[in-house]
C-alpha cells in the first residue's frame, strides 16, 4: 500500500469469529491521512475466486459495516489466488478496488 501513496494512520484487525463467520480472511478496518475510512480484506486460496465468493464476501462486508456501525468509502481486497473474469467484473461493479 506504501507504493501506492497510502499511509494509514491507524489501522485494525477485526478477528473472522467476531463478526460471527468461518473464513480464513484477515479483515482491517484503517483509517486514512485524510480521515477516509477504509476496509481491507486480505485472502489467499489455493483455488480460485468465483461468482459464489462475491456473495461471500458481500456479506461480510455487510456483517463488518453492521458490527462496526460504520460505512466505508473504500473497499480494497487483496487477492493472493488466481480470479474467474465474472467475478473480477463483478467485484469492481459492486465497488471493490482488487490488488493481487
Known sequence: MRKDGKIYK??????PKELGIRNKI???KA???????????????KSRLVMKDVETFTTIYAKLV????????YKVMFID???CSKAEKAFKDNGWK???
Not at 491507524?10 to 478477528?15: C, S, T
Open 31 to 45: 483509517t486514512d491521512m485524510n480521515g477516509y475510512f477504509w476496509a481491507i480484506f486480505s485472502v489467499s486460496k
Open 26 to 28: 484477515n479483515i482491517y
Open 81 to 83: 489466488a488466481p480470479i
Open 66 to 73: 453492521s458490527y462496526c456501525d460504520h460505512n466505508y468509502k
Open 10 to 15: 491507524k489501522m485494525l484487525e477485526i478477528q
Open 98 to 100: 482488487l490488488r493481487k
